[in-house]
């Protein structure tokens, strides 16, 4: 169970840390917690993508100076698309939380509070 | 607005010839190395980014303003949209440069190598555009949030 | 030459309206010139669609390989997987990005007028929202498909929060941006998912792996999560409350694009349970869901839209309801694909789903097109204070009663078209659920009294007597989408055979998509 466990942390971090989001986002009223509990769930995505290119005794995808044994051969090298995955998705999550904390900027303009319950004004 | 003290001023501009240059190293190894536009734009902008806290946005605004910054953002991303448009001799991001013997045209033997520089084809000029529009775009992003924390209209 | 861009034209339909988005903030000085620009781009992108749409039409479906030496290169030299940018799309997508790109035109078309503010950050937003949203429906790749449904949602959401200055219109940007960032997070960890169990993105490879080698149980998670996604960008009744907010709060021309936007993720639905996971025993489960979502939206938003006050807002709630009414269809039809009996009905809903979704795509932009023509004249869109336009504004208010007779599905209507085929082959699923639908569409056609009757009948009020009819774009915008409606209306059996039966089968035939690219 231990064993199983410990095989497999990346992927338990990365859903605990998506749930932790989750919770943040949907019971924290304040925006900024928000926009927090967004970013954490992103990182968790993206720790779950690193740790699925991950690859036992492989070498990082990069021609340039790489170690010759032999001929180098693709199988060695871990796979590239995870990593890009990754990349794609911290540039939009930049693109998101920079979005959602200028929005936030604005909210705290017109009402003066961050806190939802406070500064919502349309009805359900 | 007048900034921080001199003594964190004068550091800090000690500090962002380095880090441009870094910066700049990123995005034109992009294609050989880890790294690239965005990750190379990033870096050029958080030396923009401690110009600013240092300086203080109103001597930044006097040297790069709003309406540059986003022209330059726009600049970038044409350059790369028109990379893109140059491929459609053949397919739409077609690698018309690669291979060709021209601006980064060499061709590269296969196997493991120590790099070289000028090959790739369209790749590096991705990269400069892309390394152009982040740069840009992320200071503006952080111009206006500063702009907006000190009370300045947006 | 006209061959060529008919042979890029998937990749321009993109590639135009992002180059023109970026082209605008160059010419902030010159406004004439940045409007002329923009609607120029929009011109451009909707000839594209055009494009694409007949040469898919008559040749079946159009594969476009980015970056290869020859577009047709779908797996590259000495690999057999294709791991390149592939655009894929059949007569579904083709439909999907017509209608997109024609709203998208005629929105930019309105918007000269009713935007007052200056157009450049306006139209190169819009630009953007066109290209994310062409992008999303024609992408044959998941990553793209997550990509393109990010710009769609950011842009969408600085569109939506446009008038900064409006509390409401920021708190409604807000909202929004919550939902479709959780909802691509879960595409993306969806995606993850897919990624580790079959080592490709390509989707009509993960399709040709599902078919050989069955499901594992990491997939069924994936499709778990990737429903939940798109149920709730598509503003399904559990998840529906940004819905009338956002709808609401944008400038009018922003909601119709914004309506077609969340059709799109509809699309994605279909294209996740149809050609990726395609007819195998789990997905019937998925069927129970969507027809349970779609259920509970008809009836709510039917109901809700009965008590609200505000225009945009009725619209909006009576727009949850047709969603209802496409996912039911759809997800008798997805039952219907395992279970030989049903076959028949099965297809009849899909068709009437299809139908519907394009309909509700065209009369729901005209009624927030007309509601916008109000806001613009009177100032408000609250039922309470308005009155007595119809004596000013002639045209809105038939353009109003088209929209109106349509939504609420009457009969020489488009919408009634396509209801009754949703009608007649739910009942054969449950008569139950045809019987909830029936009433949901009644109860709809009270509120669209209601907003007629309060908007544009009743005594002239002294506030209002100086409202003149709206500007000729405006117009024009509205006289073009009542022609597509009333037209649809007229001739369903032509628009059956030559529109909506392609799209069906191309959904259907999983094999066509899998064997466009491998």
Redesign the interface.
Known sequence: MIEALMQNLPFVVSALLFVIGLYALLFKSNLIKMAIGLSIMGSAVNIFLIALGYKENSIAPIFTNAPINGSINAAKMAMPIPQALTLTSIVISLAVTALMLSLAVVVYRHCGSLNASKAWRLKK | MSGLSQIVKTVSLVLFVPILTFGLYVVAHGHLTPGGGFQGGTVIATALALFLVAFGAKEFKRILGKDFLSAVESIGLLSFGALALLGLGTAFFANFLANSGGLFGKSVPVGANAGIFNSAGTIPLMNFAVGIEVASALSLVLLLMYLSEKGVGK | MINEIAL?SP??AI?IP??FA?????L?KWKKLAALMALIGFGAAETMAVLVFKSVLTEGIKV????????GQTTPPFMPVP?R?ILEIDAFSALMGLAGATIALLAAIYSIKFIKESHVKYYSLLLLMLAGLLGFVFTGDL?NLF?FF?VLS?SS??LI?FW?KR??A?????KY??IS??A??FV??A??LL??EH?I?NIATISRDMLFYGFAFTDIIALGLLVCAFAMKCGTAPMH?WVP?AY??APAAVTAVLAIASLSSVYALLRIAFTVFGPLPHTEIIAYAVIIMGAISLFVGATMSLVQKDLKRLIAYAGVSQTGFILVAFGVGLVAINNVPLQAFGLRAMQGGLFHLINHAFYEALLFLVAGAIIYRAGTKDLNELGGLARQMPLTAVFFLIGAISIAGLPPSNGFASKILIYESIYFFSPLLAVIALISSVIVVVPMVKAFCSAFLGPEIKKFKSVKEVPGSMILAMLVLSIIVIFFGLFPGIMLESIVNPAVNALLNQAAYVGGVL
């Open positions: 890029h990749a321009l590639a992002l180059v970026f082209l605008l903030p160059l902030k476009y390989v980015m970056g290869a030496s020859s577009i791991v940018i990553f990509v990010e950011i959401i600085g929060a900064l509390s409401e920021v708190e409604a940007g807000f941006l919550t960032a959780v691509s997070l993306l960890f995606i993850g990624y580790g080592g993105l409350f907010d609401g709060e």
